[in-house]
């Protein structure tokens, strides 16, 4: 069986969640940073967009690896009626 | 938005839309006594929705029509900034992450219906439990008038005024108000999946027509509005940025708490059902506000210079020309707008069952008849569910002159349960007391800033101002007020990890 996991037990899981937003919102650019154009994003919402999809691919990630409490004993109930 | 395009063709999709609507609530209802004489059976489907339906009812839930209607104008108007759209609504599985995997499992332990068994359970305070109940039905029946307003006009606008404005809310909520008394959650999660397929594909179609007109090129989209409007493509000032950390927080604490997104994840038929749900529901924000707001920014070069009234119409007038390119766009805009009602009708389903559960629940089951049957408690919250909806239709055809602004409040109220909600979940000295306080304060700060109109002090939200003090004060009263040996050891069994009581 595997260990119980549960994400509010990780400080890792936090801090990265707060530096990826600190990244998002594009509070540490100048004034310059507009150009070049990427893809049709100014170079800041360019990249702000990128670390938006980390956060999502992040968040995804952790529900389904970081996550796991009543699961294995839930899915061997099922298994046992399943097989009754 | 008045649509030139559709007319007589719009009332032909918008009947087949609602008449698949009542054929999925009849057939969800069909042979399934448990649903009208049990409170799990009715409002949470008897706590066993799988992956698909859980999926879309979530989905269908938190992207409502106006995610659409309402989001892509404000790109418009904000320019690339409104980019911020993609990261508040990921945020929300960041807070769900918080407090879901735990309430999971005390929820499935206790039997629990509403959010609000939860509070009464952690804290035994009818104070709390009160104020609670109030602040989330207020915050519910605001998000259910606007859905209501949102359905006439978006009905209206696609039928070119073919049915006006008053018979589409009315005929729209009598389909809603049928298939959500026949088949209860179940109903409302199987038409989630109708409803949430056709907005995903409408938006992509939608995008693909506007990438189109302008020649599919967002680069000269971008460098013609760098030319016309700088503001819209340059770096956002601090205070904007200060404003996008502020909604991170309103969102998405807000977001997660609502009734019935709680108790969805009380309707979860497994832990694994419910981690699949939310990872697959992590990677949506892109592909729905973030589309919505690629073609918000398409518009700018479509329709320049529009003041804020006009480009409220922005959606109505990109799909005219979309319709117009040939007929396969112009079918699928039909379909779309169609598939915009049907959007709003779900969102508003799910808040009003939630609504009504906790009407049954929290007010009628607790304080008002415990004794009575489940029977007649599910009887009791259909029947004022359908009263609070008369209600809010009268309210929103005769807007009161004055105090409007108290029906805007909503996130800014519900978020004030927050703090009560996830610090119960781990902190064993939380006590009653300071919770209610905490609460009262946090409601009462973000209620009057929004009241007198001061909505955001340096970009922070009365909401968020009312939530920091909220979190002070719960934090200070129960350090300096603690709880005996007793009660902390009664909170650490009731947050336990077992699965069975």
């Known amino acids: 069986m595997e260990k119980m996991k549960e994400p509010i037990k990780k400080k890792w899981i936090w801090i990265g969640l707060v530096l990826i937003v600190l990244a998002i919102v594009p509070w540490y650019h100048s004034v310059k940073a507009v150009e070049p154009i990427i893809l049709g994003f100014p170079f800041w919402a360019f990249l702000s967009g990128i670390f938006s999809l980390v956060l999502c691919g992040y968040l995804s990630w952790l529900c389904t690896h970081e996550w796991n409490i009543v699961e294995d004993i839930e899915e061997a109930e099922k298994r046992k009626v399943d097989e009754q | ?501």
């Open chain 2, 1 to 501: 938005m008045n649509l030139a395009f559709s007319g007589m063709d719009g009332v032909i999709i918008l009947v087949f839309y609602a008449l698949v609507m009542l054929l999925i609530g009849y057939l969800s209802g069909r042979g399934d006594k448990k649903i009208h004489h049990s409170m799990s059976g009715y409002f949470l489907a008897g706590k066993n929705l799988g992956f698909i339906a859980l999926f879309f009812t979530l989905y269908a839930t938190q992207y409502s029509g106006n995610t659409i209607v309402g989001y892509a104008p404000t790109a418009y108007r904000s320019g690339f900034s409104w980019i911020q759209s993609v990261s508040f609504m990921t945020i929300i599985i960041g807070v769900y992450l918080l407090f879901a995997p735990r309430l999971y499992v005390i929820s499935k332990r206790n039997k629990f219906i509403t959010p609000t068994d939860w509070l009464k359970y952690r804290f035994n305070s009818k104070a709390v439990t009160l104020l609670g109940v109030f602040l989330m039905l207020w915050g519910l029946g605001n998000y259910l008038l606007e859905q209501l307003v949102a359905i006439g006009q978006a009905v209206a606008g696609m039928t070119g005024g073919t049915i006006p404005y008053q018979v589409a809310v009315i005929a729209f909520i009598l389909v809603m108000l049928a298939y959500e008394w026949m088949g209860g959650m179940k109903a409302v999660a199987f038409t989630d999946v109708m409803q949430g397929l056709v907005l995903m594909v409408g938006i992509l179609v939608f995008l693909g027509g506007a990438l189109y007109l302008v020649g599919g090129n967002l680069t000269n989209v971008t460098t013609f509005i760098m030319d016309s409007e700088p503001a819209k493509v340059g770096v956002p000032a601090m205070e904007t940025s200060i404003n996008w950390f502020s909604i991170l927080i309103l969102v998405g604490c807000g977001a997660a708490i609502y009734p019935h997104a709680v108790q969805r994840i009380y309707s979860a038929e497994s832990e694994k059902t419910l981690k699949k749900s939310f990872a697959r529901m992590a990677w949506m924000p892109p592909v729905t506000t973030g589309l919505v707001f690629v073609i918000g920014i398409i518009g700018i070069s479509m329709f320049p210079g529009l003041n804020e009234a006009n480009s409220e119409q922005l959606v109505g007038m990109m799909a005219n020309e979309i319709a117009s390119i040939n007929s396969f766009y112009y079918w699928v805009m039909i379909l779309f707008f169609g598939g915009i009602v049907a959007a709003i009708v779900s969102t508003a389903d799910s808040v009003l069952l939630s609504f009504s559960s906790m009407i049954s629940n929290d007010i009628y089951g607790n304080f008002i008849n415990p004794k009575a049957s489940e029977y007649r408690k599910v009887l009791v919250g259909k029947i004022v569910g359908v009263i609070a909806v008369i209600l809010l239709i009268w309210i929103a055809w005769n807007p009161p002159g004055t105090l409007y602004q108290i029906f805007v409040l909503k996130f800014e109220l519900l978020v004030q349960v927050f703090p009560a909600f996830i610090l119960g979940l781990y902190w064993k000295k939380l006590s009653a007391k300071p919770v209610f306080w905490g609460m009262l304060l946090g409601a009462v700060i973000a209620g009057v800033m929004t009241l007198t109109g001061l909505k955001t002090i340096y970009g922070i939200h009365g909401g968020v101002i009312g939530l920091l003090v909220n979190f002070g004060v719960v934090v200070i009263g129960s350090v300096l007020m603690p709880v005996s040996a007793k009660q902390e050891g009664q909170a650490d069994e009731m947050t336990s990890l077992k699965i069975e009581a």
